[in-house]
Every structure is written in structure tokens, then in C-alpha cells.
């Protein structure tokens, strides 16, 4: 069973900086795709970015390219997202997540394994 652990989020003012990571465990990740998903209670959970197993290809959503950045550390099982010129809309629930797949997809329903969340709050 692969369990998904988040740290990183907190609070920063709109032109800050958040570096989240994500601790996996229990399986090697070399044969998932990773993402990070995001959350609000106003809106429904949203793919940001996923890197597929080999760290060979990355997708962003369209509000995030050229400002977050993710990144994976298969010897360490770790995955990364780094958030720069963070905006008040980027605030939510952030979720890492595995599938089971050496492709990416940005449907949330599509990913077996996920993180508790950890709060991103960007503040204006």
C-alpha cells in the first residue's frame, strides 16, 4: 500500500514563495505518475501538475505554467512542487497523489493513492 505524506504549505503574502513536498512510503514510485491537486470549498478538486514515472514529462495546469514548478526524486521517493509569485487564487487544499501509470492525466478520478492535504493560504 503507498501512503502519500504533504508538508510544506503555510501562509505567505501574493508574490511569495511555497516549496510543498511529498513523502512517499510502503511502494516504490517508479511506477506511478505523481501530481499535486488542489482544492477549495468553492470549487472542484483541480489537477496543477504531474510528472510521469521517469520525471521525463511534466503537465501544468494553464493558471500555474511559468510560476510552480514540479519535480520528483525517485531514489528518495519524494515529490516536489515549487510555488513562486504565488497569487490569493492559488490558496487551497493541496493534495499529492499517485496513479498507477506511466501517463499523466488530469482527472483526479483516475489517481488510486492520495495525501491527507496540506493548506496553501496566499494572502493579498
Known amino acids: 500500500q503507498l501512503q502519500l505524506v504533504e508538508s510544506g504549505g503555510g501562509s505567505v503574502q501574493a508574490g511569495g514563495s511555497l516549496r510543498l513536498s511529498c513523502a512517499a512510503s510502503?511502494?516504490?514510485?517508479?511506477?506511478?505518475?505523481l501530481a499535486w491537486f488542489r482544492q477549495t470549498p468553492q470549487k472542484e478538486r483541480e489537477g496543477v501538475a504531474a510528472?510521469?514515472?521517469?520525471?521525463?514529462?511534466?503537465i501544468y495546469a494553464d493558471s500555474v505554467k511559468g510560476r510552480f514548478t514540479i519535480s520528483r526524486d525517485n531514489p528518495t521517493n519524494t515529490l516536489y512542487l515549487q510555488m513562486n509569485s504565488l497569487k490569493p487564487e492559488d490558496s487551497g487544499l493541496y493534495y499529492c497523489a499517485a496513479r498507477y501509470a506511466t501517463g499523466c492525466r488530469d482527472d483526479y478520478t483516475t489517481y488510486q493513492y492520495w495525501g491527507q492535504g496540506t493548506q496553501v493560504t496566499v494572502s493579498s
Open positions: 510502503g511502494w516504490t514510485t517508479t511506477s506511478f505518475c
Open positions: 510528472v510521469t514515472n521517469a520525471g521525463g514529462s511534466t
